[in-house]
């Protein structure tokens, strides 16, 4: 949603505006802590990754 605010708008018509939008839910990130399982250091993979580049 696109809302065009002009120059001599007042606060409570800014208000107004703002109650309008859909608030969204945010990502959570927590649930997927630790899912994934590594083999390897991740330093040690990182620096193998950046080697390749070489």
Known sequence: MVVIIKKGTGKERLNE???QFK????FNA???LGKVQWKEDAL????R???EWD
């Open 17 to 19: 505006m703002l109650k």
């Open 23 to 26: 608030r969204r839910k945010r």
């Open 30 to 32: 927590n649930r997927f």
């Open 44 to 47: 040690a993979y990182q620096k």
């Open 49 to 51: 990754i950046r080697n």
